[in-house]
T-cell receptor, first 113, second 111 residues
Framework: AQTVTQSQPEMSVQEAETVTLSCTYDTSESNYYLFWYKQPPSRQMILVIRQEAYKQQNATENRFSVNFQKAAKSFSLKISDSQLGDTAMYFCALFQGAQKLVFGQGTRLTINP | SQTIHQWPATLVQPVGSPLSLECTVEGTSNPNLYWYRQAAGRGLQLLFYSVGIGQISSEVPQNLSASRPQDRQFILSSKKLLLSDSGFYLC??????????FGPGTRLTVT
């Protein structure tokens, strides 16, 4: 069964710093997708970034980038120049078919002024 | 552009009462639709998904059911709520199976 693990329940950094959130996953498939979602205090889930497993190049979206290590089954999110608005819960998710996204337990990120 | 709506935003219901949560999507046709539940401080758990009108797949056997009476409408129901049904319910849509976009959610408290 596929699983997603986020080992950092909480993190806190100062504004403008860079922060990296960790995620590991387990799947027997060779073709799958990985995602990072952000859930701010409003609780709406917002898609931050997506990575296709068949692509070797790491995905980037503005200040957000990932480090995808397929052999190690690791998928970390780096937030550069962090802003107060980045304060949120961050969820790593795995999709490998059958309409099902499997989510990790989340990391609560706080950006301090 | 596509938008997704959920209502109500907040609901407090007594144990044993019925439930109906509604989700509608605008700006797209024949979307995949999903219902998730999020317990306090936890990740999301997929409850139901639908790839078309009248087509419902259940992921977790429980006290809840789902229906899709129209192409862009997805309803989550229960005949008798349990305390354990409390949580945050999120509807999502996707034009592809692997990319899902979420609605604002409904906070349900069963008392």
């Amino acid at each position: 069964a596929q699983t997603v693990t986020q080992s950092q329940p909480e993190m806190s950094v100062q504004e403008a710093e860079t922060v990296t959130l960790s995620c590991t996953y387990d799947t027997s498939e060779s073709n799958y997708y990985l995602f990072w979602y952000k859930q701010p205090p409003s609780r709406q889930m917002i898609l931050v970034i997506r990575q296709e497993a068949y692509k070797q190049q790491n995905a980037t979206e503005n200040r957000f980038s990932v480090n995808f290590q397929k052999a190690a089954k690791s998928f970390s999110l780096k937030i550069s120049d962090s802003q107060l608005g980045d304060t949120a819960m961050y969820f790593c998710a795995l999709f490998q078919g059958a309409q099902k996204l499997v989510f990790g337990q989340g990391t609560r990120l706080t950006i301090n002024p | 552009s596509q938008t997704i709506h959920q209502w109500p935003a907040t609901l407090v219901q007594p144990v044993g009462s019925p439930l109906s949560l509604e989700c509608t999507v605008e700006g797209t046709s024949n979307p995949n639709l999903y219902w998730y539940r999020q317990a306090a401080g936890r990740g999301l758990q997929l409850l139901f998904y639908s790839v078309g009108i009248g087509q419902i797949s259940s992921e977790v056997p429980q006290n809840l059911s789902a229906s899709r009476p129209q192409d862009r409408q997805f309803i989550l129901s229960s005949k008798k709520l349990l305390l354990s049904d409390s949580g945050f319910y999120l509807c999502a849509w996707g034009s592809t199976a692997y990319e899902q976009y979420f609605g604002p959610g409904t906070r349900l408290t069963v008392t």
